[in-house]
């Protein structure tokens, strides 16, 4: 699913084109995306967007008198921007948002439509919207810190947790344990100091990283049908498997549960030991999330 850096590169593509200008219709196609009753979604027809952010994994879009859209892309969620007047008729479009420029159309290539809008009013009620995790980019060594060691998990699990850390999913956490030469299955309470601070550098470099190129790379165009997407070539070990690592040329080994997948090099990360599916299948019982909807 988009995550930190994905999910700011469409805020920096949707502000120019969409603050500051009224929203003039908005087309469901699908019934399963809307998930709020009141206020109705004819509301937002014909009001100003104020501002765009992040709420999470979260987009949320500020229209006037304290009105916000709240759209969680989920895995297959995706944005597309086209030319003024285009309606949602694809196989995948689930909804349409008009202005006068031009049209965001949401889509989901999936068969279970996990995609969501909530249409909700005042800062309260957009509250309860907030899985309640740091902000890996605002918080000090400290409160990350303090995070950590409140709660024992695997790496790998807690910096994809939404209510300890925000916007983390399985591609950059892969990325940034990487970086950090740590193994994805340590448990937080075992972590040293000094793990910790490495943990958290890579942490804010590897999410800053991303952010500056995906921005860059979309900086004069709206991303495309794969531009925002969980496997990228110069990712060192998500999605990978068997490929060398950049660092060490040794293989990348992969660790697969339901729908969702560790990477990791053994040599950088592990001490040269591949990590058995069958000697993890308890851990990964008891620490891994049982739904998608876990990993938001």
């Known amino acids: 699913m988009p995550e930190l850096p994905d999910i700011e590169t469409y805020l920096s593509c949707l502000r120019p084109r969409i603050v500051g200008r009224s929203l003039i219709g908005l087309t469901l196609r699908s ?7 009141e206020p109705a979604v004819s509301v937002a027809e014909g009001r100003e967007v104020c501002s765009v ?44 948002l008009s202005f006068e ?30 899985p309640g995790g740091i902000e890996p980019l605002e918080c000090d060594l400290e409160t990350f810190t303090n995070v950590l060691r409140g709660h024992n998990h695997t790496i790998k699990r807690a910096l994809t947790m939404p209510r300890l850390i925000a916007g983390i999913g399985n591609a950059y956490s892969d990325e940034i344990l990487h970086a950090a030469k ?10 040293t100091d000094d793990e910790i601070a490495r943990l958290f550098e890579s942490m804010r470099a590897t999410l800053l990283q991303w952010i500056d190129t995906l921005t860059t790379r979309f900086a004069n165009r709206f991303p495309g049908p794969g531009n925002i997407t969980a496997f990228r070539p110069e990712f060192a070990v998500h999605g990978k498997s068997s490929q060398p690592c ?5 293989k990348v080994q992969r660790i697969v549960r339901a729908e969702n997948e560790i990477n990791y090099c053994p040599r950088c990360q592990t001490d040269g030991k591949v990590l058995a599916d069958r000697s993890l299948s308890r851990l990964l019982r008891d620490d891994w999330p049982r739904t998608v909807d876990e990993w938001e």
Do not use: Q, Y
Request: overall charge positive.
């Open 31 to 37: 019934p399963f995306l809307l998930r709020s009753v």
């Open 182 to 191: 740590l193994s994805p299955i340590k448990w937080t309470s075992r972590l």
């Open 246 to 250: 950049p660092v060490c040329e040794t």
């Open 101 to 130: 420029e031009g049209t965001l159309v949401i889509t989901e290539a999936a068969k279970n439509k996990r995609a969501s809008l909530h249409v909700v009013a005042g800062a309260e009620h957009l509250a309860e919207h907030d």
């Open 53 to 96: 952010s992040r709420l999470g994994k979260r987009i949320v879009i500020h229209l006037e008198e304290d009105l916000a859209l709240v759209l969680h892309l989920m895995i297959a969620g995706r944005l597309h921007w086209k030319p003024p007047g285009s309606r949602p008729t694809g196989r995948i479009d689930l909804a349409a």
